[in-house]
């Protein structure tokens, strides 16, 4: 059996994304990196970003780190990604927006088209926008950093937090994990820190929006949060990209630590243009009684290689873990979950849902680890697929680790089509064909979509209609 | 004058095999007909036939709609114009509400009769209470997924509360008095002797002559193998009830 997907030309694809999303700007960065990536590049990075030398020397053990490890051979087809026809630092601006009118006009145009300055005024808390590879705009409300909690991009999170976050960076995901994590520590710039203090609740959003425009570009943003004791935020991010007809590499890590008590969750709306590898490692700490919510949605991108993952590290911690991946056209989306269940009472909730139409392909590869002692712990799996043609494919690939009796494990799989039933129903109401699909589409994931805030489900259910646009016939 | 749904010797074929063999019926506004039928006699062939299902093939003939042949006309096409059909077996869609749908669909309609704007929201909160009034459902209905987990009940009244928001022209009930106790088949009988007059014409396809006690017909065909072999006043109905489709099979074939 061939896991070879044929390669597809991406220009004639999700022609709706093009005008939406897929534009790009002619602007001209303050400073490119050359092509390729060599100790040279990476001491450039650290330099340009007047760096530590910890940083440094952190950044440069990544890299040998990630030379050393091989590329995976499982999940999606790594094998055309050219590590040396890759910028892998683009800085557009000088410094960064305090205000949308210091962003330059042409980067402050997209932001507006995207929508991200409105939002920001309507439903968020806060709002970073990166663009390339730095944070071009970035500001939290006064209230909030009142009370103590901080949103800043990670690099000035550095600069101006540094025990905090030398306490914790890299502490949950090590560079030594996998090639891309070591490769995003090595290359790092940008991203969202984090830190809401004991007993603040974040009530609103906070929003990073990551905007790649350069051609072959590599885009390496780092998260950072941090929950304190009893405190709870919401943080989402989504992206996007134009669509080249070469490839673009996003691999960012995301780290999050949730302590007693604490809540965390973190939506992703991911919606690259089918150009752009997206492998992204995310991962939370879960201590006692903590909450680590990932919701995380999937419609972009040529390959994503994605399982967010939850290790529950104190007892009654929970992790709920929602997933949605959806392939079109020369996509594949390998998401899942990881769950590990290190302490005991601990309780997960993973659920699942995937759709694949016009030769493209979804799965779900996932985790359940139960350590020795953890006993008492729950843990309930769910996926469902849903595919809309013959030429598509799911699949579904469980894992489970468990050394401690005491426990409960669930395990769901379905898979299902659009009947054709379902399409007439619809359609003899005066559905068009495409609405009654997506319709179906739509009802298919509306067990997490109506988890997210409502903007994000009318956004969801938006794009759900943009990927269904013209594809049954 | 042109009939509103005119049927002209309409054959149609599923999966290659010939159910409809030269059936032509006219149905106006106004207009309540009854078209009896024994098992397998293609009643429900008739009912996808005309909605456009796409696995019944109109082999020849025609199905026109205010004089315009909609015979290759999808089913979307169909509805918006105006051509309602209440299933026999809806099918669930889980994740969309009825509500949803419901906006969905009449904004579908609306449109295509030349009204580009959306029913303000509160005026279509405002229909929707009044129709499902009018149906004995309660409110959490508008918020429940469409047929899903529905009983038997619930999904029959689901299909006039769909006929009662979108208003067709035409409406073709395709054994909606099927699995249905007595009180809910009254509700349902209500429902769709409410909407009946001068707006509605309605095809009302039965096995049993019982949901004839309720809605009173005006016309009443009887389908046997794929034919109307006789057609009628409301006395047809009893007459059938009498003798059984036995009997008129004999007398046609004298
Ligand atoms: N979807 C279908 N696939 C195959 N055969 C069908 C289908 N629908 C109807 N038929 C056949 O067509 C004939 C008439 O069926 P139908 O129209 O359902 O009659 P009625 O509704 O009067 O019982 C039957 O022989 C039935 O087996």
Redesign the interface.
């Known amino acids: 059996m061939s896991d070879q997907q044929p390669q597809q030309p991406v220009l004639d694809i999700r022609e709706g994304y093009k005008e939406k999303f897929g534009f790009h700007d002619d602007i001209a960065p303050v400073y490119k990196s050359r092509k390729g990536l060599d100790p040279e590049v990476v001491s450039t990075i650290s330099e340009m970003k007047k760096e530590p030398a910890w940083m440094r020397e952190f950044r440069l053990k990544s890299l040998e780190h990630f030379e050393r490890k091989p590329m995976p051979t499982w999940g999606g087809r790594l094998s055309d990604i050219d590590f040396q026809d890759i910028y892998y630092y683009l800085k557009p601006v000088d410094e960064q927006g305090r205000t949308w009118e210091d962003v330059p006009a042409d980067i402050k145009r997209t932001f507006d088209k995207l929508g991200i300055p409105e939002a920001e005024q309507k439903f968020l808390s806060g709002v970073g926008a990166q663009y390339d590879s730095e944070t071009v705009y970035h500001k939290i409300k006064e209230s909030l950093s009142a009370q103590g909690v901080i949103f800043l991009d990670t690099g000035s999170a550095l600069e101006q937090h540094p025990d905090l976050f030398r306490e914790h960076f890299g502490t949950v995901i090590p560079p030594s994990d996998n090639k891309f994590a070591a490769l995003n520590s090595a290359t790092w710039s940008g991203g969202s820190f984090i830190y809401v203090p004991k007993g603040v609740k974040v009530e609103l959003p906070l929003q990073a929006y990551f905007r790649i425009n350069a051609q072959n570009m590599g885009q390496f943003e780092r998260t950072l949060i941090i929950v304190d004791e009893g405190a709870f935020v919401h943080y989402v991010e989504g992206c996007t990209a134009p669509i080249y007809a070469t490839d673009s590499l996003h691999a960012a890590v995301v780290e999050i630590v949730v302590k007693k008590g604490g809540r965390c969750r973190y939506t992703t709306i991911q919606n690259w243009s089918n150009n752009v590898y997206n492998l992204v490692t995310k991962r939370a700490m879960a201590h006692e009684d903590a909450t680590m919510e990932w919701v995380d949605a999937n419609l972009g991108s040529k390959l994503t290689m994605k399982y967010p993952s939850v290790y529950m590290v104190g007892r009654g911690a929970h992790a709920e873990i929602l997933s949605i991946a959806f392939a079109g056209k020369g996509q594949h989306q390998d998401a899942g979950a990881k769950v590990v269940h290190a302490a005991p009472d601990t309780t997960s909730n993973v659920m699942s849902k995937s759709i694949s139409k016009d030769g493209g392909r979804a799965g779900y590869r996932g985790l359940v680890k139960v350590t020795k002692g953890s006993g008492g712990c729950k843990s309930t799996v769910k996926c469902d697929a849903l595919i809309l043609d013959e030429d598509s494919r799911s699949d579904t690939y469980p894992y489970m680790e468990i050394e401690e009796d005491m426990v409960s494990i669930g395990h769901e799989a379905t898979v299902s089509k659009i ?4 399409l ?10 495409d ?2 699909a997506a ?2 589409v ?6 997490i979509t109506k988890e997210l805030p409502m903007e994000y489900a009318v956004e969801m259910n938006r794009l759900i209609q943009l990927q269904m646009e013209g594809s049954v016939g | 004058m042109t009939p509103t749904l005119h049927i002209k010797d309409l054959h149609v074929a599923v999966e290659g095999k010939p159910i409809l063999k030269g059936l032509s019926l006219s149905v106006n506004k106004g207009e309540i007909h009854a078209i009896m039928g024994p098992n397998g006699s293609g009643k429900s062939t008739l009912a996808n036939a005309l909605m456009g299902n796409p696995k019944y093939e109109i082999t020849s003939g025609q199905v026109l709609f205010h004089g315009e042949d909609i015979s290759e006309w999808a089913a979307d096409e169909r509805g918006r114009k105006g051509l309602f059909l209440a299933f026999q077996y809806p099918t669930a869609i889980p994740g969309v509400s009825v509500a949803n749908f419901l906006r969905m669909a009449l904004q579908a309609r609306r449109k295509a009769a030349g009204d580009e704007k959306p029913l303000p929201p509160k005026e279509f909160r405002k229909l929707m209470k009044e129709k499902m009034a009018l149906l004995r459902v309660d409110d959490s209905f508008a918020g429940r997924y469409i047929n899903d987990g529905f009983s038997g009940g619930e999904k029959k009244r689901a299909e006039i509360l769909q006929m009662a928001m979108l208003r067709p022209e035409i409406a073709v009930l395709d054994e909606t008095d099927s699995g249905l106790d007595i009180d809910a088949l009254r509700i349902v009988s209500e429902g769709v002797n409410a909407l009946a007059g001068p707006d509605l014409g309605v095809l009302l396809i039965t096995h049993y002559q019982r949901i004839l006690n309720y809605i009173k017909p005006q016309f009443v065909h009887v389908l046997v193998d794929g034919r109307i072999v006789k057609s009628g006043g409301s006395e047809l109905a009893h007459e059938l009830e009498a003798h059984g489709y036995d009997g008129i099979r004999e007398a046609s074939a004298a």
Do not use: N, T
């Not at chain 1, 009947?419 to 379902?422: F, H, K, R, T, Y």
């Not at chain 1, 007439?424 to 064909?433: A, D, H, K, N, T």
């Open positions: 009947g054709d039933e379902q007439f129903y619809l359609m003899s109401r005066g559905i068009p064909e609405e009654a319709m179906v739509s009802g298919f994931i509306e067990p």
